[in-house]
C-alpha cells in the first residue's frame, strides 16, 4: 500500500500564498500519479491538481490554473502544490492522493483514478 500524508495548510488572507506538501510512503514504487482534490462543507470532492510520477506530466482545474503549481520531488517521494493568489473560495480541505500503474488511460480528473487517500489538511482563506 501507498501512505500520502499531508502538512502545510493553514489560515492566509486573500492574496495570499501557501504551499502543500504530500510525503508518500510504502510502496511508492507502484505509485502513477498523484493528485490533489478539496472539499468544502456541503459540496462534492473537487480536483484540484495531478503529476505524473514518471515524466512530470501536469493537470490543472479551470478554477486554480495560473494560480496553483504542482511539483514533485521523487528522492523525497514528495508532491507540492503551491497556491498563490488565494482566494476566499478556496476554502477547503486539501487531500492527496496516489494512482497506481493500473489502468494508466483512467481520467486523473476522477477521484476514482486513485487507491490512496490522505487524511487531509485544511486550507482558510479569509476575505
Known amino acids: 500500500q501507498v501512505q500520502p500524508v499531508e502538512s502545510g495548510g493553514g489560515l492566509v488572507q486573500a492574496g495570499g500564498s501557501l504551499r502543500l506538501s504530500c510525503a508518500a510512503s510504502?510502496?511508492?514504487?507502484?505509485?502513477?500519479?498523484m493528485g490533489w482534490f478539496r472539499q468544502s462543507p456541503g459540496t462534492v470532492r473537487e480536483f484540484v491538481a495531478a503529476?505524473?510520477?514518471?515524466?512530470?506530466?501536469?493537470y490543472y482545474a479551470d478554477s486554480v490554473k495560473g494560480r496553483f503549481t504542482i511539483s514533485r520531488d521523487n528522492a523525497k517521494n514528495t508532491v507540492y502544490l503551491q497556491m498563490n493568489s488565494l482566494k476566499p473560495e478556496d476554502t477547503a480541505v486539501y487531500s492527496c492522493?496516489?494512482?497506481?500503474?493500473?489502468?494508466?488511460?483512467?481520467?486523473?480528473?476522477?477521484?476514482?483514478?486513485?487507491?490512496?487517500w490522505g487524511q487531509g489538511t485544511q486550507v482558510t482563506v479569509s476575505s
Open positions: 492522493a496516489a494512482g497506481p500503474n493500473l489502468n494508466v488511460g483512467a481520467d486523473v480528473r476522477r477521484a476514482t483514478r486513485y487507491n490512496f
Open positions: 510504502g510502496r511508492t514504487f507502484i505509485v502513477y500519479i
Open positions: 503529476i505524473k510520477w514518471s515524466g512530470g506530466s501536469t
